[in-house]
């Protein structure tokens, strides 16, 4: 009987705390070069999809620009057309915000990237919460969490009749929408795309981004935890599926996995710990603890003791980045790990906050994902590597081999659209006359 | 003295809807960039048809080496916001050859596809059209070219003193910056204005680096020229800054003469300083640009009046456009 296929695809390492930039190794996050080396090397290694994410507001910290990250991203749709012209095969996913967009220009332009990627093109649906982010917008504003899932599922469901409003058979449709966010009509003017309905992955973890996924996405892009936690959540996402008339393969979980490989598994660890020292360094160590804390703390030296005043709970000092849930808690938390151990904030940091998912050598790397995908902890994985542009090489080079040899990972494309890859069923048009 | 000015050639290669859209338009683009123009045109509205204009260009951006790449951008229902950092993403990924041509959307129907205002009059969108124009410079001009510094010892990626909050209010929108997008290579990409009407013509002189126009005569051209550099002017604007281009639709089967009539039109409207260059709008698209490359610019060469080859990398150095310093560098250092 045929093994459980793994799904990879690979996140383009560029806006993101784990991306180390001072590093010799570390080329631009912006040019096209980077984007084009990322790409070809997972399409190379055969992957599913590449995936862009977004920003529509640049951080700040205390009112001021964050600066101690990569800053600065192209707009994705534009990209992923680009790296149509320099693949062949791979997906190309972009993350597009549904809080600040509309359905009719988005639709379009997803249809034209489908077109000119003859059947390759994914959306990312993700919403938004903040004024802040509104800034930048005519629509501005903010919306509660109930509106936002609420505007995200209309928003979608119209982008699909704008999609099925033109037939198979290439006959131009009119198409008419009419809810509580958004009444449009009009004709759609791109022809059926390749995909006819282009791949749609969901980001999130909560209540309603599951019930969101379970109802109509085809991808969840969620959070890696332990292989427990992992199937838990499996589990809870598949079973809500058939309620919708879905099957369980309709929808794939894929988590976003950090790795380190190495020589052994002991090199490997040892890696790992240069690159936590490089992702904390001592300013994003104060950085980090002002987040939690909701407070100015840069008169605390990152190699000293913890803070002992209690985090602002009411604190603005961070935006355009989610909050921490339970401050007091997380500041008890680490205090008591910095006092067992006796670490100073910089190490405190680093062993509290986004440790790699995968740590060893590509044998003990290839074996940890199998294990997750045979156990139905995940279907596959999106890797984010640390560096641009070359931050996938080892990887590819490295344990997709060993993926292919314990025969859980495709040895050839046999397929030419995302939805082939990805093993999902084609779409049924649902379109007509309104 | 005229006879120094340069002749800037441009054509529309808009090609239709069909799944063969990506290679019918890579072969019109090679087609032009082997004659070595200054930059194409993709026609687009808001309502379509066919694929997005600046999709498809960014689609043809890695196979190609040198031309220019302009797509129509509608102003009226997109978000200001997202169109200069697509726009933007459109010159990093063409590596300095991306413009843009700005449009709005006056119908009923374009309205409704969004449902969220009506169309307004159409000089309200025009004057809106000018205000996207002035944001997005603003926002490509939002970090400065030095604002990546990668400082190890401080652990800074940028500088945030280059990085600039550009708090625009227009009439219809706001904006509060910076792009999220750092500053292409051109600085800004180029804006293209269509002012072959009068609604768009004081938007042109305000905001453009190439206008197009129309003309029935020589001497028509001249006053429409004169008018936008007027305008120009009256702007605070550089008139030697703003290119102005005699664009008309060719069938080259029937134009009288052919070819070599359309070059001797061109060189006599450039050389009287009636145009400063021309675009060339198909009316069948391989044919007619195929002749045109072939026919009409080897005789421009001929005369001495047409690049044979071009001599720099950008859309900028192609019409001889200096790259702006950014807006706010310059207010950083009168500071």
């Not at chain 1, 070809?40 to 600066?67: K, P, S, V, W, Y």
């Not at chain 1, 604190?315 to 849930?325: D, E, K, P």
């Amino acid at each position: 009987m045929s093994r459980k296929q793994i799904r990879l695809a690979a996140h383009f390492p560029g806006v993101n705390s784990t991306t180390v930039w001072a590093d010799p190794r570390s080329g631009s996050q912006i040019d096209f070069s980077s984007f084009e080396h990322l790409a070809r090397t997972a399409e190379r290694g055969l992957f599913d999809f590449f995936f862009l994410a977004e920003g529509l507001r640049l951080r700040e910290h205390a009112g001021r620009i964050h600066d101690l990250d990569v800053v600065g991203r192209p707009e994705s749709i534009t990209v992923l057309n680009a790296l149509a012209a320099v693949t062949d095969r791979l997906g190309l996913a972009a993350t597009v915000n549904a809080t600040f967009n509309e359905p009719y220009e988005l639709a379009r332009r997803l249809a034209s990237l489908d077109h000119l990627s003859a059947g390759r093109a994914a959306w990312n649906v993700v919403t938004s919460s903040d004024a802040f982010t509104g800034e930048n917008f005519r629509r501005g504003g903010y919306l509660d969490r109930a509106d936002r899932y609420a505007r995200a599922a209309e928003f979608l469901g119209a982008v699909r009749e704008l999609w099925d409003s033109r037939s198979p058979g290439g006959e131009p449709g009119a198409f008419a929408h009419s809810g509580p966010q958004f009444r449009i009509e009009g004709s759609f003017p791109v022809p059926r795309s390749p995909q006819g309905q282009p791949v749609v992955i969901q980001a999130g973890d909560s209540a309603e981004g599951r019930e969101f996924a379970a109802s109509a996405a085809d991808v969840i892009f969620t959070r890696h935890s332990t292989l427990e936690a992992g199937r838990e959540f499996y589990a809870d996402v598949k079973g809500r599926l058939a309620r919708y008339g879905r099957e369980p393969g309709d929808l794939k979980i894929m988590p976003g996995v950090t790795y380190v490989l190495g020589d052994s598994d002991a090199d490997a660890q040892e890696r790992a710990a240069g690159i936590r020292r490089q992702q904390v360094s001592p300013q994003n160590a104060i950085l980090a603890l002002e987040q939690v804390w909701g407070r100015d703390l840069s008169g605390y030296d990152p190699d000293g003791p913890l803070p002992d005043i209690d985090p602002d709970p009411d604190s603005t000092l961070v935006q355009g980045r989610v909050r921490v849930a339970d401050p007091v808690a997380v500041a008890r938390k680490w205090r008591a790990l910095s006092e067992a151990k006796g670490l100073s904030i910089r190490q405190t940091v680093i062993e509290s906050t986004g440790r790699q998912s995968f740590v060893g050598s590509p044998a003990t790397v290839a074996a940890a994902l199998e294990e997750f995908v045979a156990t139905d902890a995940a279907d596959g994985f999106i890797l984010v590597p640390h560096l641009t542009p070359g931050g996938l090489d080892d990887f590819v080079d490295q344990v997709v081999p060993l993926l292919q040899e314990r025969g859980v990972f495709r040895t050839e494309y046999t397929g030419t659209t995302l939805r082939s890859h990805l093993g999902l069923p084609d779409p049924v048009w649902k379109g007509g006359t309104p | 003295m005229t006879s120094d000015r340069p002749l800037h050639l441009a054509a529309e290669i808009a090609s239709g809807a069909g799944p063969d859209a990506a290679r019918r338009t890579l072969a019109l683009a090679r087609l032009a960039e082997a004659a070595a123009l200054d930059f194409l045109t993709h026609d687009d509205t808001f309502a379509g048809p066919g694929l997005d204009a600046l999709a498809v260009l960014a689609r043809i951006a890695p196979e190609t080496r040198s031309v220019g790449l302009v797509p129509t951008v509608t102003t009226t229902h997109t978000e200001p916001f997202h169109v200069q950092a697509a726009v933007a993403t459109l010159d990093w990924v063409s590596r300095g050859r991306a413009g843009w041509r700005i449009a709005v959307s006056p119908t009923g129907a374009e309205a409704r596809l969004v449902g969220r205002r009506p169309a307004p009059p159409t000089a309200e969108l025009w004057q809106e059209a000018g205000e996207v124009a002035e944001v997005s410079r603003k926002l490509w001009d939002s970090w400065e070219d030095d604002a990546e510094i990668r400082d190890v010892t401080t652990g800074r990626f940028v500088d945030r003193r280059k990085l600039h909050h550009v708090d625009f209010q227009g009439a219809t929108f706001s904006v509060k910056g910076p792009s999220i997008v750092p500053r292409p290579p051109q600085g800004n990409p180029v804006t293209v204005v269509d002012a072959t009407r009068p609604a768009a013509r004081d938007t042109a002189a305000h905001h453009a680096d190439v206008a197009l126009i129309s003309a029935a005569s020589a001497e028509e051209a001249a006053a429409l020229r004169a008018e936008l550099h007027r305008g120009a002017r009256a702007h605070g604007r550089d008139p030697g800054q703003l290119c102005v281009l005699l664009s008309s639709t060719v069938d080259l089967d029937v134009y009288e003469g052919g070819a070599g009539a359309l070059a001797e039109l061109i060189a006599g409207w450039h050389g009287g300083g009636a145009v400063d260059g021309f675009h060339l709008v198909p009316a069948v698209g391989e044919r007619d640009l195929e002749r045109f490359t072939s026919e009409t610019v080897a005789r421009l060469r001929e005369r001495g009046l047409f690049r044979t080859d071009y001599e720099g990398t950008t859309l900028r150095d192609h019409l001889g456009l200096a790259r702006p310093v950014s807006q706010y560098a310059k207010a950083g250092a009168s500071a």
